[in-house]
């Protein structure tokens, strides 16, 4: 049955090794993931079925790749539209793991993360949430915008990120021992939370942390042209208006133009839209509503198109 309160994403195309859900093995003798090893059932829907796009701007595929090799909890911070969830995929596909997404709201209950008894036809049953899914069956666990849930939520990931390694099922009365291939992976954004809704220090220091960025101009403008199909001088056109725009975070918006906004631009002149026209709908538009935002930004568009 589907959980209604977990973004089901993609996995790796490798197979996945074998190994018994309840077993532990040292950081140091974990062995690598065997290609040759039947699929562990339930995670057939999580596997990604092509090598996700993904340009690296520094060395952080290296360090999580040093990060997962211990099982070291990760964090990635840095603005809406980064390529944060995107290089979750790549890493999870580069290491050959099934990923498993929760978008996290403030609605969402421990019980959505853990699991619960289920009512159906031939009685209860339980059903294990994303996190004890992964937990269980060795997949990467991937909590995006993990600030939105309620802290009480949150805590419920601490026996998971320290040396217990270990997800208490209150209700049911078990403790899974977590898989030795599962790793957890949050994200959030730093510069929209306030001192009511940001994770506790408790929490913060249980994981290893990534900054994100937008892309230097030249990098963006690449990634932007590949994955909009527009030419490269429209992508850095798009990119020198993205970059006038997060001039202006803090002096009127929130947050800058992100390099997924770009990308939506970008598809739209691909597909024959005016550049004015796209630029107005799938950049200024959806950003602010305030009408002198509105005309600075339009002035930027005219700039270059």
Request: one cysteine or more; glycine letters at 6%; a negative charge.
């Amino acid at each position: 049955m589907r959980h209604d309160d977990y973004v089901r994403t993609y996995a790796p195309r490798q197979d996945v090794r074998p190994a018994r859900a309840g077993s532990v093995m040292p950081a140091t003798s974990r062995p690598a993931a065997d290609l040759s090893a039947a699929p562990v059932a339930g995670l057939d829907a999580y596997r990604v079925p092509a090598e996700p796009y993904y340009r690296a701007v520094g060395d952080e595929v290296d360090l999580y790749e040093a990060a997962y090799s211990v099982r070291l909890p990760v964090m990635l911070k840095g603005p809406t539209g980064c390529g944060k969830t995107r290089f979750v995929e790549y890493m999870a596909w580069k290491l050959g793991r099934p990923l498993i997404t929760v978008a996290c709201n403030e609605d969402m209950t421990a019980s959505d993360l853990v699991g619960r008894y289920l009512l159906d036809a031939s009685g209860t049953r339980w059903q294990d949430g994303p996190l004890a899914m992964a937990a269980r069956l060795g997949a990467i666990c991937y909590l995006d915008e993990v600030v939105e849930a309620r802290q009480d939520t949150t805590v419920a990931i601490h026996p998971l990120t320290d040396a217990r390694r270990i997800l208490p099922l209150e209700k049911k009365g078990e403790i899974i021992q977590a898989h030795p291939d599962f790793q957890l992976v949050i994200s959030y954004n730093p510069g929209y939370q306030s001192l009511m809704k940001d994770l506790k220090q408790s929490t913060k220091q249980r994981f290893a942390a990534l900054d994100f960025h937008y892309p230097e101009h030249e990098i963006e403008a690449e990634i932007v042209a590949h994955e909009s199909g527009a030419g490269l001088d429209v992508a850095k056109n798009l990119v020198h208006i993205a970059e006038r725009s997060r001039n202006l975070k803090g002096h009127g918006l929130d947050e800058g133009l992100s390099t997924r906004m770009l990308i939506y631009a970008g598809s739209l002149i691909a597909q024959g839209v005016a550049p004015l026209g796209a630029c107005r709908m799938a950049l200024v538009r959806p950003i602010t509503d305030d009408p002198d935002m509105r005309d600075a930004l339009d002035a930027a568009v005219t700039t270059y198109f």
